[in-house]
């Protein structure tokens, strides 16, 4: 085992006339504010519209290390990327040098920007340079990140990142240490969100390349594309999540560029799913809904809770192609679930989605389980009177009955 891995930085290489007057002055304007809320951050005016990844990698790299981590983060928030970027892997990429700069207690200042990419990279981090002795550690840290209990379950997510990367992407070794961090708060989540961590990790292979290209062969078979969760060394409690976290590799086994996946290829995919039953099988359709959610914004995680009717129509045509009843509705509903991100998220977006959803449906699937996320996720009651209020008629009224009276 090596307590000094690579960071994700070294592994770039992934109408009539007053029409048109009050149009053109609403652009302007938007174009002023736009400008003026963005005139300190001087480096935005500095990106290149055709900027690869490894450009982006560098930029930010250089805007962390000057004006320190927090700076740059603020920058990748507003800062206009080209289509497809990854830009939670570039969050990682701040996280590292924040990581650096603030030790440990730069886990205060990571909220759920990017996915959670900057709690990910601390507890990484922390687990690279300490060891196993800091899982105890790095529990604390994971209920210090700023957020509700989406932040901390998604905090030993990222964990399973680092697991894998420390135990030299020997998946065996790192599922059992995952569970040594055991199964706390959050309904006992902990050990089980470390472990699909471990499984993101297996198919990017972001921080440690040429590790992870010597061991990736070893873990996935064509010959059986629900490797390595069907595998023995997978605890039966973990297997659902490793068959949520498993979908890109279903697109790689069905002959998609994971860049740009087509629809003719999720179809197919699909179908390696159809073998499994009960909850297994649930977790395999449910895991395409998140891909789908990421893929309908061109990767843009920043802009998810403002999915348009397009983007959102887009995602249920996508889980349409699933060939099972089951499977579409578990994958709609994953793709709600990964809209509002553990609460985390605006959730108008995700009431939206709801409508689009249960009129293709022709039930209330979606509905019911926005009413389940937000009980577990959503406690302050002005979020759920706020949820309640962007919803009309007899939904609003269903709304307020559901969660308003559960506090």
């Excluded at 809320?37 to 519209?49: V, W």
């Excluded at 490894?54 to 983060?73: E, Q, R």
């Excluded at 701040?94 to 886990?107: E, H, N, R, S, W």
């Amino acid at each position: 085992m090596r307590k000094h891995i690579k960071s994700a930085w070294h592994r770039v290489g992934w109408l009539g006339l007053s029409i048109i007057f009050l149009t053109s002055s609403c652009f302007l304007m938007g174009m002023y504010l736009f400008q003026s809320s963005n005139a300190s951050y001087e480096e935005i005016s500095q990106i290149k519209p055709d900027a690869s990844f490894k450009d982006l990698s560098v930029f930010f790299a250089n805007v962390a290390n000057k004006k320190g981590a927090p700076y740059a983060f603020e920058v990748l928030k507003r800062a206009p990327l080209p289509a497809g970027i990854d830009v939670h892997l570039l969050g990682h990429i701040v996280g590292d040098i924040l990581y650096k700069q603030q030790g440990a207690k730069g886990i205060l200042i990571c909220d759920q920007d990017f996915r959670n990419a900057c709690s990910h990279t601390i507890v990484i981090g922390t687990l690279l340079e300490k060891g196993p002795d800091s899982l105890a550690e790095i529990a604390e840290l994971c209920k210090q990140a700023p957020g509700g209990t989406g932040a901390y379950t998604m905090c030993f997510h990222g964990l399973g990142h680092g697991v894998l990367a420390f135990n030299d992407y020997e998946l065996p070794l790192a599922v059992k240490m995952c569970e040594k961090v055991g199964f706390g708060g959050a309904n006992g989540r902990e050990a089980i969100e470390c472990v699909g961590g471990t499984i993101m990790e297996m198919i990017a292979g972001v921080h440690d390349r040429e590790m992870w290209q010597e061991k990736v062969k070893k873990y996935f078979k064509k010959s059986d594309p629900l490797f390595p969760c069907d595998a023995s060394f997978m605890p039966g409690s973990m297997r659902g999540m490793c068959y949520t976290y498993l979908t890109p590799h279903l697109f790689q086994t069905a002959g998609a560029d994971l860049g740009y996946p087509l629809p003719s290829q999720y179809k197919e995919a699909f179908t390696y799913c159809e073998p499994l039953t009960g909850e297994d099988r649930k977790a395999c359709f449910a895991g395409f809904g998140k891909e789908f959610i990421v893929l309908a914004q061109n990767r843009d995680i920043r802009k998810i809770d403002q999915m348009n009717t397009a983007q959102a129509t887009n995602v249920l045509d996508w889980c349409y192609l699933a060939g099972p009843a089951d499977g579409k509705k578990h994958c709609i509903l994953s793709a709600l679930g990964s809209m509002l991100w553990g609460g985390e998220n605006d959730p108008k977006a995700a009431v939206h989605f709801c409508e689009l959803a249960d009129k293709r449906m022709k039930n209330s699937d979606c509905l019911n389980e926005l009413f389940s996320e937000v009980k577990f996720y959503i406690q302050d009651a002005s979020r759920r009177e706020y949820i309640c209020n962007s919803m009309e008629g007899d939904r609003k009224k269903l709304c307020q009955q559901k969660i308003l009276s559960v506090q």
